[in-house]
């Protein structure tokens, strides 16, 4: 299994419900790909301008799929515009 965090800082101009509106097109349709867990997008609590993306996929190839699918070819770019900057982490599980 394959965990990743993406944490995303919006700029401070961002108007967030514009940024959302194209995120869930993204979210909705990676819900539907072969081999993922779960995919959520998270607000931080303190800092409405962080945005966190929750993933978890079977394995690498699914994660890679995923990275060459239409709708993050197409969106993904897009929602690069609104941020300041992207930390994308991979895990595996140890324990």
Not at 36 to 51: F, G, M, R, S, V
Not at 63 to 86: A, G, Y
Request: net charge negative; aromatic share 6%.
């Amino acid at each position: 299994m394959i965990k990743g965090v993406c944490k995303i800082k919006l700029k401070p101009e961002t108007n967030i419900e514009e940024y959302l509106t194209l995120a869930r097109k993204v979210v909705t349709e990676t819900r539907k790909e072969k081999g993922c867990i779960t995919y959520t997008l998270n607000q931080d609590i303190n800092d409405p301008t962080i945005i966190s993306m929750l993933e978890e996929w079977e394995d690498e190839e699914a994660l890679n799929q995923h990275d060459k699918s239409k709708h993050v070819v197409e969106i993904v770019p897009e929602l690069r515009k609104f941020r300041e900057s992207t930390e994308l982490n991979l895990y595996k599980e140890l324990i």
